[in-house]
């Protein structure tokens, strides 16, 4: 079936440690992105990426990298330099930016980070 | 960067019909505005997209007026299940950068019974 993959589900992570989200599609969309979801808030573009090799900052990338090698994969690395990274991360894609104004998502069922 | 505006939250009774709206004042001249529904600790996913006038599918319409800075989300004879957070969608141009989605706060819909 097509759709968007992430993993883990749930993390854990001790100050200072670098992790990274995985985020895998199949659904062959150009564009991809990555949100940030605090308790009782609502989504925070952190970066997006229209094409492979490409990517741009969003609102709160501070803290945060990517990369896009692939088309189908757009890895999410919260660094020891984001200094309130417990949240829930959501990865998009979409058909492409240039190519459609349309702005439908897909959504992965995201990935919940914990620091102790 | 300019942002769209929703009520925090909602409350309704499982029958009525409910209508949200998302102000946006930015909106560029060929984005469409699209409203997404999410559930706890799930992905948002999508509900209904439209340019201009109105726009009907299975699940809602959505309005949007001439001027397009505003749109409604009318959910019809809501049950419990429609519960949920639901999101206004609209893409800005950025000085010097492509565009990007950006959302809205997102409104809470609590239907009771």
């Known amino acids: 079936d097509g759709g968007i993959t992430q993993s883990p589900k749930y993390l854990f992570r001790k100050e200072g440690q670098n992790v990274t989200l995985s985020c895998e599609q199949n659904l062959n969309h150009d564009a991809m992105y990555w949100y940030r979801q605090d308790p009782g808030q609502g989504l925070r573009l952190i970066y997006y990426?229209?094409?492979?090799?490409?990517?741009q900052k969003g609102d709160i990338a501070e803290g945060y990298s990517v990369s896009r090698e692939k088309k189908e994969s757009f890895p999410l690395t919260v660094t020891s330099a984001q200094k309130n990274p417990t949240a829930f991360y959501l990865c998009?894609?979409?058909?492409?930016?240039?190519?459609?104004?349309?702005?439908?998502?897909?959504f992965g069922e995201g990935s919940r980070l914990t620091v102790l | 960067l300019a942002k769209t505006t929703q009520p925090i939250s909602m409350d309704s009774y499982e029958g009525q019909e409910v209508n949200i709206t998302c102000s946006h004042n930015?909106?560029?001249?060929?984005?469409?505005i699209t409203w997404y529904q999410q559930f706890p600790s799930q992905g948002p996913r999508f509900i209904i997209q439209g340019y201009k006038t109105k726009v009907t599918n299975e699940v809602a319409s959505l309005f949007i007026p001439a001027d397009r800075k505003s749109s409604t989300l009318s959910l019809p004879r809501v049950s419990l299940s429609d519960t949920a957070v639901y999101y206004c969608l609209v893409g800005y141009r950025k000085a010097g950068s492509a565009r990007q989605l950006t959302f809205g706060s997102g409104t809470q819909l609590t239907v009771l019974p």
């Open positions: 930015n909106i560029a001249t060929n984005d469409y």
């Open positions: 990426s229209q094409i492979v090799n490409d990517f």
């Open positions: 998009a894609s979409s058909i492409g930016v240039r190519v459609s104004n349309t702005g439908e998502l897909f």
